[in-house]
């Protein structure tokens, strides 16, 4: 299948989604959704082993865990628990690698910013348009790489820097 087959065909499935999202013909509107989202991602995405990915997962739950109990208050029970997860955090490191870790930090914020853009239109009827935004900002977090995530906070931290 040609590049062209496959725009076209995600766009078919685009069009189809927008249609039954917004009501103008009758289906499964969250099933034509989910096509479409497929049919938009490019899939070069490193091919990862079963093994990897395991640890990937855990990884990023880990992460969660981590960033959970690093927030303030709690005393001592949270701070001796805070420690023992960043731990086993860096007993992972050890065991996957860098590259691994890497992976389950890109994944961790990947997740956390689709549901921070499913919150934003959580609360109202989605019109077509803004289905369309919502699958493209899904889109353009997709294709965030681990390099394009270490530049942006690195930006945001020399200009927190720069005004604080």
């Known amino acids: 299948m040609s590049e062209h087959d496959d725009a076209s065909a995600a766009e078919t499935s685009l069009r189809k989604a927008v249609e039954q999202l917004s009501g103008d013909r009758p289906g499964d509107g969250s099933k034509a959704a989910q096509e479409?989202?497929?049919?938009?991602?490019?899939?070069?995405?490193?091919?990862?082993t079963p093994e990897q990915e395991t640890q990937i997962r855990a990884m990023v739950e880990q992460i969660r865990k981590l960033r959970d109990l690093n927030r303030s208050g709690g005393g001592w029970w949270r701070r001796r628990r805070e420690w023992r997860a960043r731990e086993r955090l860096v007993d992972m490191m050890e065991a996957g690698g860098p590259e691994l870790l890497n992976e389950a930090e890109l994944r961790h914020w990947k997740s956390h910013a689709m549901v921070e853009l499913l919150l934003e239109f959580a609360g109202s009827a989605m019109k077509q348009d803004d289905v369309v935004k919502v699958l493209a900002r899904r889109e353009a977090v997709n294709a965030v790489t681990y390099e394009d995530y270490q530049q942006a906070r690195k930006t945001l931290a020399e200009e927190k820097a720069a005004a604080g």
Do not use: P
């Open 36 to 48: 479409a989202v497929q049919a938009l991602s490019d899939g070069s995405e490193q091919a990862w």
